[in-house]
């Protein structure tokens, strides 16, 4: 084989080599990002349908202008904490020290209160691939390195707050 030869034959092993490497590095970030969307329509499907529960009255099931209802005497009541939960009516639902859980194909979802701020609902959903910090660790929530979006719903404004984490 002449020296012509071998040489084309290298450079289009390096050609084909660089093409896969594009392809590859082009198809995981496709699936990252759609990932990422998937966990911001659950985030603002969950927000909805939470701000919907906020501000529907006790006699519909909601907690009329509160996220964990009051009982007749104006008191918490800790008999319907789990309420807003049940007014989603996710199917894989559980509660844990973190807030309240739910499990989607995209993702899990924390809900929880802020703290000192009644009114203000945080939503955490971590998604199920790798984000754009491999590292990155929040407190308790999903894998290291995984998508990580934040919504905040605040019952009063209704405004809607989203932060992407990861």
Not at 51 to 61: E, V
Not at 100 to 113: A, E, I, P, R
Not at 137 to 151: D, F, K, N
Request: proline share 2%.
């Amino acid at each position: 084989m002449g020296t012509q030869q071998i040489l084309l034959l290298v450079l289009s092993v390096i050609v084909v080599g660089a093409t896969l490497a594009v392809g590859i590095t082009m198809f995981n970030q496709q699936s990252v990002n759609s990932n990422r969307s998937a966990i911001i329509a659950d985030l603002n499907h969950i927000g909805a349908n939470s701000l919907t529960f906020y501000r529907a009255p006790r006699s519909m099931g909601g907690g009329e202008q509160h996220w964990i209802p009051l009982d007749a005497e104006g008191n918490l009541d800790n008999n319907r904490g789990d309420a807003l939960g049940l007014w989603l009516n996710y199917q894989d639902y559980e509660e844990s020290a973190d807030g309240d859980k739910y499990y989607t194909n995209n993702g899990v979802f924390w809900m929880n209160l802020a703290p000192g701020l009644s009114d203000e609902l945080i939503i955490i959903g971590s998604g199920t691939e790798k984000g754009i910090d491999r590292s990155y660790s929040s407190a308790g929530h999903g894998e290291t390195g995984c998508i990580e979006v934040e919504l905040r719903v605040i019952g009063d404004t209704k405004k809607f707050s989203l932060k992407v984490l990861n």
